[in-house]
């Protein structure tokens, strides 16, 4: 059967496929140490559990308005309020299943063919797909680390074209964990006003900073930004709430409406239950993300001091996330691997190790670690990457 031609050029998630090989191996019987993945490892906090269980003894488990429940908009509503300065009435919100599904939805919404989005790498893997299957053009911006993985105000402006319909901002970021200052959103704003270029603020990890520094949202630094500005958010990182599958946008009326007729031809509503779980995770007082935040910057100077004393592996510190984001380039040719991917499978099977190569993220000589695993499968892990190093560079010098 011919399939549509909008799938063909879809490439499969990376981190989802190492997770995968991953978990075969564990299958056989092996040890591995799975760094790969993208979600805290933590339980859900008991008091939204609860919260759930409630919901469904009380008869919430019909479908909702596609957009959301009233009661949960108003809480994101008052938390946009309290933790960024900005108003959005209930038409400015939508929930979706996940953000992941706000992006999607919104890109589905915004692009024609022919459209542009610029998209910083390295980038989070499915940005560029859904604007694929938008059958937008994704234009990819490189970052280097000489610049911390951030572009700046001259590349961005050296990347619009007449065809340029959105800049795509993920801060804190996946995969590098770097974070973009005031200033710096600032003049990447004034470059997106002066071209009418729409801003697609990805704010999944704001509440996972390790610096004195707080989130800076794009959108709160003038009205004129915030018209131009839909930003993407939900409750997966901030309460480890990813399998509950609740995200949102928030942004112009005129963008958040279709993207609501849309979604209730799609997915008629997110899971009631999950609703409802979310709205305790915002109506209550507790910061969910404290403990979080405190253990991940711990394990982040661990993990960061272990890879910078590999042969061949530098790493910029991000500021944000939990991920690291280290150059091999030099541990790949001492190994005498091509290519990062090479570098990571054999890693994985000789030492049993899951890494997530860069070249989904499109950065072909780096590696993305998460840090949302124990300290001893991180200090474990890190010893089993230098002896691979050290074994197939003695073997290369043979």
């Known amino acids: 059967m011919e399939l549509a031609n909008r799938v063909k050029t879809l490439s499969p998630s990376s981190t989802l496929a190492i997770t995968a090989k991953a978990n075969e191996l564990k299958k056989q019987g092996h040890d591995v140490i799975g760094l790969g993945a993208g979600e805290p490892d933590f339980n859900t906090p008991d008091y939204i559990l609860d919260a759930a269980m409630n919901a469904m003894k009380n008869g919430h488990t019909k479908y909702t308005p596609s957009g959301g429940i009233p009661e949960l908009k108003q809480a994101i509503a008052d938390k946009f309020k309290t933790d960024n300065g900005l108003s959005y009435t209930p038409e400015e919100l939508i929930v979706t299943t996940g953000a992941k599904h706000a992006l999607y939805t919104l890109f589905q919404v915004l692009l024609n063919e022919g459209d542009d989005v610029i998209v910083p790498a390295p980038y989070w893997v499915s940005y560029t797909e859904q604007i694929k299957l938008a059958q937008g053009n994704p234009v990819i911006a490189h970052a280097t680390e000489q610049t911390n993985f951030k572009i700046t105000p001259e590349q961005l402006e050296a990347t619009i074209t007449p065809n340029t319909k959105a800049l795509i901002i993920n801060s804190p970021n996946n995969p590098t964990g770097m974070v973009y200052s005031r200033e710096e959103l600032q003049k990447l704003g004034e470059v997106c006003l002066k071209h009418g270029v729409l801003i697609v603020s990805d704010e999944i990890y704001e509440k996972l900073i390790y610096t004195d520094d707080s989130h800076v949202s794009i959108a709160e630094l003038s009205p004129s930004l915030k018209a131009q500005t839909i930003i993407i958010n939900g409750v997966s990182k901030s309460h480890a709430m990813t399998g509950w599958r609740i995200g949102y946008a928030a ?67 991000p500021k944000g996330a939990f991920y690291l984001f280290p150059n091999v380039r030099e541990a790949m040719n001492m190994n005498g691997f091509k290519t990062v991917d090479e570098w990571v499978k054999a890693l994985l099977e000789e030492e049993k190790v899951a890494l997530v190569p860069g070249t989904g993220f499109g950065a072909h000589e780096n590696v993305r670690l998460s840090y949302a695993v124990s300290t001893d499968a991180l200090k474990e892990a890190s010893k089993r990457i230098k002896r691979f190093v050290m074994n197939h560079q003695s073997s290369t010098q043979q």
Do not use: W
């Not at 404290?290 to 253990?295: F, G, S």
């Open 251 to 317: 942004g112009p009326m005129e963008i958040i409406k279709p993207m609501t007729n849309l979604a209730s031809h799609s997915t008629s509503n997110p899971t009631s239950i999950a609703q409802y779980a979310a709205l305790a995770a915002y109506r209550s007082n507790k910061d969910s993300s404290k403990d979080m935040r405190r253990i991940f910057a711990e394990r982040l100077e661990l993990l960061y001091d272990l890879l910078n004393d590999i042969p061949g592996i530098s790493c910029v510190k």
